[in-house]
């Protein structure tokens, strides 16, 4: 078997002039250079089949569209649109699926956030640990509620915060803690834990990115006081619009985020409490329960996507640092790596037909709303340098192998004419 240096595809001579790519499970002709003797398999003539975007869900609908529609048929005919049963059955199999005992469904990843905040009272004059590289909602939330975000910086590793740099951040008005789950992959919780408990902190894990993702075999949203999810239609399990849910162990807990989603209302027109209207609707909540039959097999599409990723990188040679997963299970909402020349690499990629995304282009310390908070350039480095340095490749669950090895095709294509070739490298702690 000889992998091609230019494109990384593996081949196999299956009879004598005719080589096999194992890869892109195709046969060509031996090239002649080959024939001649040279360590070296000229690229086939074949163009790479291009377009690839970024994520396919027209492909993933196809298979499922027949179970959706009956499930928003069957919230129609009943007129039952908010709350009700359907919202009920989906808290429970989310409840199942993360291991917690209760779970109310809200109408977004963001207010799901919102929502344990103020259930925890956090305003004015309160301080919530998270970190600067994630999307906007994360701290978004606590400033919305009058609060301090406090950032800290990212383990370069895994892009997690960093649990090493959060005591030192811990004041006398720190209230929570809002570790972030990026990409798929759970912070490491064992120390964040360790620090809420000796400060008698509430940890809100922002698991947006992250529902079946575990920690030491334990789920996302389990390990912390609550857990929170988005349904956005990018996220692994996705509904047709706007959606999240909210987990947790604590029974009074639930109680209090289940009223605040509905205004601070229990009974109905008598408030406790002001809340908002954070509620699910049960046409979404129908979707999420058809789709989360099916999230362990896309979820295991993406981690063999990964690898074959990482199996391929390894073979062109390609200078990036590959993910590094160190949790027992990483859901690959994004498949991230690291290299210079990130955004040259990018248009190239985009003139291929191949799409990509940087998550997140700029860390929310040096967003312009947070200049208040006094954070300067340089004050987050591991944050800045992976806001420049990383890119998403495509890795949902449709994505076929000869698509994958089109990416790295181009990426080894953009490497050897800038950086020059050299060692796809596990992402290791500094
Ligand atoms: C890390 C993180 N937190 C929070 C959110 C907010 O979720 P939603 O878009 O459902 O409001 C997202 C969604 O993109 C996210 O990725």
Redesign the pocket.
Known sequence: MMPCPESGYRYKEVKPGVLRCLDLDEEAPLPAELKVGKNHIANSKRKPSMNVPLLDLKAQYKTIKSEVEAAIAEVLESQHFILGPKVEQCEKAVAAYSSCSHAVGVS??????LACLMAEDIGEGDEVITTPY??F??AGAIARLGATPVFVDIDPVTYNIDPAQIAAKVTSKTRALMP?H?YGQMADMDPIMQIADQHKLVVIE?A??AIGAEYKGRRAGSIGTYG?F???PS?NLGCAG???MIVTNDAARAEKVRIIRNHGSNPKYYHKLVGGNFRLDAIQAAIVTVKLQYLDGWTAGRQCNAKKYDQLFAQAGISAVLPFVLTTRHIFNQYVIRLSQRDALRAHLKKAGIETKIYYPVPLHLQECFDYLGNKAGAFPQSERAAEETIALPVFPELTERQIADVVHCIREFTTGTSGSGAAVRAERI
């Open positions: 977004s990843g963001s207010d799901a956030l994630t999307f909602a994360t972030v990026l922002d947006a990115q929170c988005s349904f956005f996220k706007d959606g999240g």
